[in-house]
């Protein structure tokens, strides 16, 4: 079964006195553990796509399930829930807590999931910022680090709980080429490793180069897809 | 989530200073305002007692009614017995008599009724701090026939200390009576109406003027003005079997109550002001350092909180800046209204008197922490708004606002 799917979904909003149709009857469906890009040119809707599979955007029409769960009609609690414990995101802005260290910003998304125990806590902080090799950088604070070291710190967090699906927009926008390499990378290194499913957008060919399946879309509409495996 | 909320006030210092200020200043201008208005109440009350009028009077039933017609038809005949009790209660400092004598004086050439009063110059001072000599001495113990007079009256007839006048008066039974006096000074009161009439003199003068033993008042001083109710009940109880009537100063004094009540408006309605200024500019910048991290908001929602946990992080966060605001502004307003205190305001002269006094800025207890509690209030309810609207706003909307 799916892990996601994105069912003709359409996206209108106003802006001033003209209507724009972000998405316009999409329709995508996403295996378990697969390692997606959502290409397009900027202003293609690739981003609005993305919100939607993540719960923080609501269709104006047609119908999202993810992991399952048709999210649609769902109450901002419910939501929250449903990130909370399936979804982790990348942002291209990296948006890491500014007042917490490298590995409290790792531990946060822990703190709202109830009955773990600290020792675990503290053990799925170290493992992930080892993974992300920033265990030296445990005690640092977000604008002691570079652009690089950011987004990984931001993909320890995405990952400490341990969700089904992560989620990136445009995860090396805001890097150089080799630290964006090395992000990706390391994501595909997560994904064959523990299975864990990885949507990125993104407008950069070498990034579009080393996803597994392509989803291309433009003007709103899904206009090819094709499979690098 | 309390620690999370420290560490967005401690790591923060530019937006949290601002927004501390802004509190603290609001609890300074409360704490002072209200401390300004506060000792103007005391001086005011303290000057009423202290303007001749004693915490208490004891006379004669029916003397505050109809004396002005009958003089003399209501005296006390032992004056001592009564002050006797009276000094027994713990409250009372001092009690002392006064004799009214009304007459005319006359310098030999000229001569002007005048209202005198005879007194124990040695415990006067119990309740007359506020009127001071401008020429020549004070009344004391041992005189007998000297006089000191209001600096208007000793104008009028060109009196100087040193001078001697006569006293015309009649008596209780009707006599006609002069005593001679010796002018020791010239005092001024708060009244200028009452100076240019009075004259204080030995009570044994004025009962040797008016051929009596009797006098018209007992006045009562206390320790402190605070005590005023309690003491009067019990020297109610005391002479309840008798023809006296005991009057507080706040029945004595007509005009304080009122004054105090205008006050009271007055300065209601400055403190008003201010309290509308302290909330505004508390709101400002809580509602400033909240739409700020509207990022930030975006960041904790994408990332599973639910938008309560969120608002009420934001809500603890203004909280936690309000308590601390407040207890700066509490401490910064203490040192500054003693600060003021020391160095004084100087006032002008109250109306009906001629000297001006140096206010001060009380730091009232109650006041200061009502002080410190509408700072933490403001700053709470200040930030109720604008943290519901941040956590309700979309999310995909608070996020863009992040970069």
């Known amino acids: 079964m799916s892990i996601v799917r994105i069912e003709n979904v359409s996206k209108r909003y106003r802006l001033g006195e003209q209507e724009v149709a972000a998405l316009r009857g999409v329709s995508v469906s996403i295996e378990q553990g697969e390692f997606v890009a959502i290409a397009g040119p900027s202003g293609s809707g690739k981003t609005t796509l993305l919100n939607m599979i993540g719960c923080i955007d609501t ?56 009955h773990l125990p600290r020792e675990e806590r503290r053990r799925r902080v170290a ?101 690098n495996r | 989530m309390l620690k999370f909320a420290f560490r967005n006030l401690s790591r923060h210092k530019g937006r949290t200073a601002l927004t501390l200020a802004a509190i603290a200043f609001g609890v300074v201008s409360l704490v002072l305002s209200a401390g300004f208005v506060d000792d103007i109440f005391v001086q005011l009350r303290e000057n009423t007692v202290q303007s001749g009028l004693g915490h208490a009077q004891i006379a004669k039933e029916g003397y505050f009614k109809f004396s002005a017609r009958q003089p003399y038809a209501y005296m006390i005949d032992k004056p001592e017995a009564v002050i006797a009790q009276v000094k027994r209660l713990p409250q009372v400092k001092e009690a002392m008599s006064r004799l009214n004598v009304n007459g005319t004086l006359n310098n030999g050439k000229a001569e002007l009724p005048v209202r005198g009063e005879g007194v124990e110059p040695d415990k006067e001072r119990f309740v007359g701090g506020f009127i001071s000599l401008i020429e020549g001495r004070h009344l004391n113990a041992d005189d007998v026939y000297a006089a000191e007079l209001g600096e208007g009256l000793a104008r009028s007839l060109g009196i100087k200390p040193g001078s001697r006048v006569t006293l015309l008066t009649s008596t209780p039974q009707g006599a006609v009576n002069t005593v001679e006096l010796q002018v020791v000074g010239v005092f001024r009161s708060f009244s200028i109406e009452y100076d240019a009439r009075a004259m204080r003199m030995p009570l044994a003068a004025a009962q040797a003027a008016l051929n009596t033993h009797a006098v018209h008042t007992v006045v009562v001083a206390l320790n402190d003005t605070s005590e005023t109710d309690a003491a009067i009940n019990v020297m109610r109880a005391t002479f309840s079997g008798q023809p006296l009537v005991v009057k507080s100063w706040e029945e004595l004094a007509d005009f304080y109550r009122k004054a105090v009540d205008l006050y009271r408006a007055q300065f209601g309605v400055l403190q008003l002001i201010i309290l509308v200024m302290v909330a505004l500019s508390v709101s400002n910048s809580v509602n400033i350092s909240i739409f700020e991290r509207t990022g930030e908001v975006g960041t904790l929602l994408a990332l599973g909180n639910r938008r309560r946990e969120v608002f009420r992080l934001l809500v603890l966060e203004s909280a936690v800046s309000g308590v601390l605001g407040g207890l700066i502004g509490v401490v910064l307003g203490i040192v500054l209204a003693f600060l003021i205190s020391a160095v004084g305001i100087p006032m002008p002269p109250p109306p009906n008197s001629s000297q001006g006094y140096l206010a001060a800025v009380r730091v009232v207890p109650e006041q200061v922490a009502i002080a410190m509690s509408i700072g933490l209030v403001a700053t709470i309810v200040a930030s109720l708004l604008p943290a519901s609207r941040v956590t309700r706003l979309p999310v995909v909307e608070a996020l863009r606002r992040a970069m």
Do not use: C, W
Not at chain 1, 73 to 94: E, H, V
Not at chain 1, 153 to 162: E, F, N, S
């Open chain 1, 127 to 227: 493992y992930f910022l080892d993974m992300v090799g920033l265990t030296r950088f445990a005690k640092h604070r977000p604008n002691q680090l570079s652009g690089g070291q950011r987004q990984r710190v931001a993909i320890a967090r995405a990952l400490a709980t341990r969700p089904k699906i992560v989620l990136a927009d445009e995860p090396t926008a805001n890097l150089d080429h080799q630290s964006g390499e090395g992000i990706l990378q390391l994501m595909k290194e997560i994904n064959h490793h523990s299975g864990t499913t990885f949507i990125f957008s993104t407008h950069d060919a070498r990034v579009i180069a080393m996803a597994d399946r392509v989803v291309r879309v433009s003007d709103g509409e899904v206009v090819g897809e094709e499979s």
């Open chain 1, 59 to 114: 269709p104006t029409g047609g119908r999202v399930v993810v992991d399952g769960q048709d999210v649609t009609g769902r109450s901002p609690d419910q939501l929250a829930d449903l990130r909370a414990r399936t979804l982790g995101f990348i942002f291209q802005t990296f948006n890491l807590l500014p007042v917490l260290s490298a590995e409290e910003n790792v531990e946060y998304p822990l703190v709202n999931i109830q």
